[in-house]
């Protein structure tokens, strides 16, 4: 078979690619890592990792694996719950319940998985009757185990800083889980199966596999996120363990970034996430609807989010972004 | 050698394919003809896995397809491209022709020298890196081909190739299928409305009518089927 020799080409775009990602983490590390020792507003920094994990696991199933969970708070509130529950209630030690809260969120991941054959918007309504579900179960539990209405105070537990680099902790989880996700030959399959399922499975994509991967990653990142949050704050409540706002946050700031990509997510949350909180500090009457409106904009104008409006425009240059 | 024995396939009440029976020998291009209908792209489909016969065999060098997933069916060496090309679009054309080798156990360097020697051939290597959806239709059925032709195929199953290709880029289609039997050592199964193509590029057609085999024979016989003529040709 005569051939070119193009592999040089190519292997040099991945190492940049890497090499831009290592830059990425590298800045992420530089930022959050020494902030408890500098930062007077910690809550602001602990909020943005939070973000910038919900939107980053948010984007393997969506970005990747082309599903859109609306019922993606789910597995937030499961979380909250299961770490609170066992911390609380059964007197574990958090980090055993934060691994609790991972476990937890994977099974249901699990349990629900036969509904990943649904497609599109289907899949998005099943997601979003399985946090009404979540809901519904846990206000049903026994008040002695949840909490009731009066939710769980784990005010025993309190360590900000400690919280703190627990959510750095799952932030480095989820942008390593990102990596493998998107770098290795998985990643390709998973955008094959986003693009055209269909097609990918003809060209010998085992789908459901493939997809279970990205979706059992999906999972059990926003639980842990959920545990870790209960953790800082200290108080969980069933409106705001399962507030679709959580699932809205997570879609809107994967989207502002650019589904698909691994910095996608991380522009899209610290970018809308400062401006949330610019406006919120000087608009707090007005603070979702100006949010709203900049949201508005920015889908108008970067359908496909700044990442993904960059590569578009400079094509030459989108085998370099990560 | 492919051989599809009493296919049967049936959506509810309507019964798309009766009873079809076909081989298609190793190296040899087997053309299907048939009025929109027929069930042509109903047996790709059930072939490859998309479908799942309702009766009859498929067998592929004496291995059973019926009841394969499509993924499982492309691993026994069946390719197969669509009459609309289903290319991945938001992937480079380089990604999309990987996405073929994914589990072929090769490794990186070995995918991106299949992957351009196959963009070449098409000519389409200098756009390796643009997206697939910035491609023309004509382009994207150049690519889609050049997908299942990177995992060096037994048996290529190619619906409406040339449909919507402007002239020169199904000038360079005929030159790829008519090269993939000796040169490239795969059997095609062609379907096709473009009857010069088909008659000069099959060793073999089968012609198809409302779910059955109406005539099978090479391009002289065919031409000269009063069935043939009455049904599918006209006068």
């Not at chain 1, 190519?10 to 959050?32: M, N, P, R």
């Not at chain 1, 097609?199 to 996120?225: D, S, Y």
Request: net charge neutral.
């Amino acid at each position: 078979m005569p051939m070119s020799a193009p592999q040089g080409n190519t292997e040099k775009s991945s190492h940049i690619k890497f090499l831009i990602w290592g830059i990425v983490v590298a800045a992420i590390v530089a930022v959050f890592l020494p902030a408890p020792l500098f930062a007077s507003n910690l809550s602001f920094l602990f909020y943005m990792m939070l973000w910038i994990t919900m939107a980053t696991s948010f984007n393997f199933v969506a970005g990747l694996a082309g599903y859109m969970p609306f019922g993606y708070v789910a597995f937030y509130g499961i979380g909250a719950y299961a770490t609170g529950v066992l911390y609380k209630t059964f007197g574990l030690p958090i980090p055993v319940a934060l691994a609790g809260a991972a476990l937890a969120g994977v099974t249901i991941g699990l349990l629900v998985a036969p509904t990943l054959r649904l497609k599109g918007v289907y899949f998005g309504i099943v997601s979003l009757a399985l946090a009404m579900a979540m809901k519904l179960v846990i206000s049903l539990m026994p008040s002695d185990i949840t909490g009731g209405s009066l939710g769980l105070i784990l005010s025993a537990a309190n360590d900000p800083v400690a919280a703190y680099y627990a959510m750095f902790v799952v932030l480095m989880g989820a942008l390593a889980a990102g990596t493998w996700l998107t770098m290795s030959r998985l990643g390709t399959a998973l955008r094959a199966i986003r693009d055209d399922s269909e097609a990918a499975e003809v060209v010998g994509v085992n789908v459901v596999g493939t997809r279970l991967k990205a979706w059992i990653m999906a999972t059990m990142f926003p639980a842990l996120v959920g545990g870790v949050e209960a953790w800082y704050t200290n108080a969980i409540d069933l409106d705001s363990s399962f507030n679709l706002l959580v699932t809205a946050k997570s879609i809107v700031y994967a989207m502002a970034g650019g589904l698909g990509f691994l910095v996608g997510p991380i522009i899209g949350a610290s970018t809308l996430y400062g401006i949330d909180q610019l406006i919120w500090r000087h608009f707090p009457t007005l603070n979702l609807l100006i949010l709203g409106v900049v949201i508005i904009a920015l889908m108008l104008l970067l359908p496909r989010g700044i990442v993904g409006a960059f590569a578009q425009r400079f094509s030459r240059f989108r085998r370099f972004i990560p | 050698m492919l051989k599809v024995d009493k296919l049967v396939k049936k959506f509810g009440g309507m019964t798309a394919l009766d009873g079809v029976s076909l081989t298609l020998p190793d190296r040899s291009i087997l053309g299907v003809l048939g009025m929109n209908g027929s069930g042509k792209t109903t047996m790709l489909n059930c072939i490859n896995g998309l479908y799942d016969a309702t009766a009859g065999e498929i067998t592929l060098d004496g291995v059973s397809l019926i009841g394969k997933a499509p993924h499982a069916v492309f691993s026994e060496g069946v390719g197969r491209t669509f009459q609309v090309p289903r290319i991945f679009p938001q992937m480079s054309l380089l990604e999309n022709l990987s996405v073929a080798l994914l589990n072929k156990g090769m490794s990186n360097a070995e995918i991106a020298e299949i992957s351009a020697y196959w963009l070449q051939k098409v000519e389409l290597y200098r756009l390796r890196h643009n997206y697939a959806e910035e491609l023309s239709g004509g382009q994207q059925k150049l690519l889609e081909l050049a997908r299942i032709m990177v995992a060096n195929p037994k048996l290529v199953l190619l619906d409406e190739p040339f449909a919507g290709v402007n002239p020169s880029l199904a000038l360079l289609l005929i030159n790829i299928i008519r090269e993939m039997p000796k040169e490239l050592g795969c059997s095609v199964l062609l379907v096709s409305h473009d009857l010069t193509s088909v008659y000069e590029l099959s060793d073999n057609i089968l012609v198809m009518h409302e779910g059955r085999v109406l005539a099978e024979g090479d391009a002289e016989a065919i031409q000269k089927n009063p069935d043939v003529i009455e049904a599918y040709l006209g006068a």
